[in-house]
């Protein structure tokens, strides 16, 4: 009876603001902006999303937008820090310090983790490539709700890997968030259920891997040799990859490239008609090599075991010593002009797909999709935990890379090749 008392008052109030003309705002309305936003910024960027389409979007204008949100500004930094909080709810719920078994506490943190994600998969990569585009205050106030996290997972893997310093803790859980946030920077569909279980079976791996003793830290990140060249195309490049990976291709200008690479912005156009092509540019480079890479691993192997390991190895070196490359080819295509996007992404679809045919050969168990997951995860857990060791290419981090890459990649496997689950 109650509810229809309810479905009877929510038809006479319809009634009645057909009646008098006057549309009543949901009193949820904040929170709808605030999603269509999120969604928006991850998918076009921050630059390329304006007010008045979020307002479209909702049905609203864009006056009535500013009474929830000051400026376009506000909203995004609402949207990355909902994201964040999220998450961190997410943890908080699951973890209620119950068990005594850090085993399957830590297996709660990384079910909630992977659920939130899940639910939040088309919004995510807000955070992960659009959050530099916050101000210094609140970028570091986002960040430490995620090291936060990070932190936690981190103490969680001291306690069932007790053979690993403080700072091999770091890596794992830096490597199990990156596996588990890989699911936002593309769109394959799995179902829920599965890919639950497929990100919870590569967590379980990189927990399991063993890895090569570490170098000492000297404190100091590694110094990357200049570029060796005098060709104004070739240095315009270079600066302009190491300004987009730096401050993000929105924020950059033709006369700050130019400015970089010691020539005046005129001198710029005779090289590159526009930033848009210096962007492209710099995908067509990364993709080249990306490729270079899957050829030569097919060429010189004759298993698929050799072809993965060689695949790995080379992309890690590519990592470590392009990181900035490597950074601006998996954040910036949004950012690409449409007459370049299309092909671009199918450039990075392909080269996706022979990784994953590689991949699958060794996988019986798995799907040609599901094979593609883990091949975007490894992919990206290169560059995450890559950063963690500011990429200083030094033989130790390379071998801790690919040995985590390859734990995603194949599980862990017995004697006889097949694949153990956890």
């Given at each position: 009876?109650?509810?229809?008392?309810?479905?009877?008052?929510?038809?006479?109030?319809?009634?009645?603001?057909?009646?008098?003309?006057?549309?009543?705002?949901?009193?949820?309305?904040?929170?709808?902006?605030?999603?269509?936003?999120?969604?928006?910024?991850?998918?076009?960027?921050?630059?390329?999303?304006?007010?008045?389409?979020?307002?479209?979007?909702?049905?609203?204008?864009?006056?009535?937008?500013?009474?929830?949100?000051?400026?376009k500004y506000a909203l995004f930094r609402h949207a990355v820090n909902e994201l964040a909080d999220s998450l961190g709810a997410a943890v908080?719920?699951?973890?209620?310090?119950?068990?005594?078994?850090?085993?399957?506490?830590?297996?709660?943190?990384?079910?909630?983790?992977?659920?939130?994600?899940?639910?939040?998969?088309?919004?995510?990569?807000?955070?992960?490539?659009?959050?530099?585009?916050?101000?210094?205050?609140?970028?570091?106030?986002?960040?430490?709700?995620?090291?936060?996290?990070?932190?936690?997972?981190?103490?969680?893997?001291?306690?069932?890997?007790?053979?690993?310093?403080?700072?091999?803790?770091?890596?794992?859980?830096?490597?199990?968030?990156?596996?588990?946030?890989?699911?936002?920077?593309?769109?394959?569909?799995?179902?829920?259920?599965?890919?639950?279980?497929l990100l919870l079976d590569a967590c379980h791996s990189i927990l399991a891997t063993p890895l090569a003793p570490a170098d000492p830290d000297?404190?100091?990140?590694?110094?990357?040799?200049?570029?060796?060249?005098?060709?104004?195309?070739?240095?315009?490049?270079?600066?302009?990859?190491?300004?987009?990976?730096?401050?993000?291709?929105?924020?950059?200008?033709?006369?700050?490239?130019?400015?970089?690479?010691?020539?005046?912005?005129?001198?710029?156009?005779?090289?590159?008609?526009?930033?848009?092509?210096?962007?492209?540019?710099?995908?067509?480079?990364?993709?080249?090599?990306?490729?270079?890479?899957?050829e030569s691993a097919l060429t010189e192997s004759s298993t698929a075991d050799q072809a993965l390991e060689h695949l790995v190895d080379v992309?890690?070196?590519?990592?470590?010593?392009?990181?900035?490359?490597?950074?601006?080819?998996?954040?910036?295509?949004?950012?690409?002009?449409?007459?370049?996007?299309?092909?671009?992404?199918?450039?990075?679809?392909?080269?996706?797909?022979?990784?994953?045919?590689?991949?699958?050969?060794?996988?019986?168990?798995?799907?040609?999709?599901?094979?593609?997951?883990?091949?975007?995860?490894?992919?990206?857990?290169?560059?995450?935990?890559?950063?963690?060791?500011?990429?200083?290419?030094?033989?130790?981090?390379?071998?801790?890379?690919?040995?985590?890459?390859?734990?995603?990649?194949?599980?862990?496997?017995?004697?006889?090749?097949?694949?153990?689950?956890?």
């Open positions: 009876m109650a509810e229809h008392a309810q479905v009877g008052a929510r038809a006479r109030s319809i009634a009645d603001s057909k009646t008098t003309g006057v549309r009543r705002r949901p009193k949820n309305r904040k929170a709808q902006i605030a999603a269509v936003a999120a969604e928006a910024f991850s998918e076009r960027g921050y630059h390329g999303v304006s007010i008045d389409e979020i307002a479209k979007t909702v049905g609203i204008s864009g006056p009535a937008l500013y009474r929830h949100f000051p400026n908080d719920e699951f973890d209620s310090g119950d068990d005594t078994d850090p085993s399957d506490t830590l297996d709660r943190l990384l079910t909630a983790t992977i659920r939130t994600t899940i639910t939040n998969r088309r919004t995510g990569g807000l955070y992960r490539w659009e959050r530099r585009y916050l101000s210094k205050d609140d970028r570091l106030q986002v960040r430490s709700k995620m090291v936060a996290i990070n932190r936690r997972l981190a103490h969680l893997t001291a306690q069932i890997r007790p053979d690993l310093t403080a700072s091999d803790d770091v890596v794992l859980s830096t490597a199990l968030l990156s596996t588990i946030g890989s699911i936002t920077t593309h769109r394959a569909p799995l179902s829920n259920r599965r890919l639950q279980q000297s404190g100091e990140p590694q110094t990357k040799s200049g570029l060796a060249t005098s060709n104004k195309r070739e240095v315009l490049l270079h600066e302009a990859i190491l300004l987009f990976d730096a401050r993000g291709y929105h924020d950059v200008s033709i006369e700050e490239i130019g400015a970089a690479a010691g020539i005046n912005a005129s001198g710029v156009y005779r090289h590159f008609p526009s930033k848009a092509d210096l962007l492209a540019a710099a995908f067509h480079r990364a993709g080249d090599r990306v490729a270079m890479s899957v992309f890690v070196r590519l990592a470590f010593d392009h990181s900035e490359l490597m950074s601006v080819y998996f954040a910036e295509i949004g950012n690409l002009p449409k007459a370049y996007r299309s092909d671009l992404r199918n450039i990075q679809r392909l080269n996706i797909e022979e990784w994953a045919r590689i991949v699958a050969e060794l996988r019986a168990d798995l799907s040609a999709v599901e094979c593609r997951f883990l091949v975007h995860a490894a992919l990206i857990l290169s560059l995450d935990v890559g950063q963690v060791m500011r990429f200083r290419s030094t033989e130790s981090h390379r071998r801790r890379v690919q040995q985590l890459m390859l734990a995603v990649l194949v599980g862990n496997r017995g004697d006889s090749g097949e694949v153990l689950h956890p």
